[in-house]
């Protein structure tokens, strides 16, 4: 009788153990799953378009940012984007929606053309940063027209941005160097920034054509 009920344990936490570790697809190319506009309760197909497996921004159009429908805390997130010559984009997580827009509240992992955008001038506003805040390690932006990948890690308050292979940075969510950080920023009179622990994984739509794929995202 022990042994079953052992055997029947052990199959019950390796069952626990690979439902943490599945990764939810918000995009795979064909469908988009588990996304929503930013204060919206559908999609901005308005503002976005499927177009050979990516998730695209249309030209022309008042962009709108898109988020996750969940929220995170402890995550793994992956995508791959490009973007056009001067191109701006960005990746958003622990988003609410207390503002009237998503930086408001979010950090962002900067989506950018280094080579001619301006924000390129200023390393803490260049790919890879978080937003206006840490400046990435180096440069490892792939060529136009080739995709870079993206990985952000979350985990027990400590958040690691890496691109294409590389660890850009990393810093403690809400420590004091953190908080240093907004006290200098643009970002300290905003009540709502980066004051939840856990909230909506976004995709910045208003600043221009990019392209995004394969992403997903899995709970750690």
Wanted: proline share 3%; aromatic share 12%.
């Amino acid at each position: 009788m022990k042994k079953i009920i052992l055997t029947s344990l052990i199959i019950f936490l390796i069952s626990c153990g690979s439902k943490k570790s599945e990764w939810d697809v918000l995009f795979d190319g064909d469908t988009v799953s588990g996304m929503r506009g930013y204060g919206l309760e559908t999609f901005p197909w308005d503002s976005w378009s499927i177009i050979d497996g990516n998730l695209k921004t249309l030209p022309g159009k008042k962009g709108v940012d898109i988020i996750s429908k969940e929220k995170y805390e402890d995550f793994e997130l992956e995508l791959e984007w490009r973007l056009q010559s001067g191109g701006n984009s960005g990746i958003f997580y622990f988003a609410t929606e207390n503002g009237d827009f998503i930086w408001q509240s979010a950090p962002e992992m900067q989506v950018l053309d280094n080579l001619s955008h301006h924000d390129r001038l200023k390393k803490e506003t260049s790919a890879g940063a978080l937003y206006d805040l840490i400046a990435p390690s180096r440069d490892v932006v792939k060529p136009l027209g080739e995709y870079n990948k993206v990985r952000i890690i979350s985990k027990d308050g400590n958040v690691q941005h890496w691109l294409n292979g590389e660890k850009l940075l990393e810093y403690d969510y809400g420590g004091e160097m953190f908080q240093d950080l907004i006290s200098k920023s643009k970002f300290r009179d905003m009540p709502f920034f980066a004051r939840a622990k856990s909230g909506h994984i976004g995709l910045q739509g208003d600043h221009g054509e990019v392209w995004y794929r394969n992403i997903r995202i899995k709970r750690l």
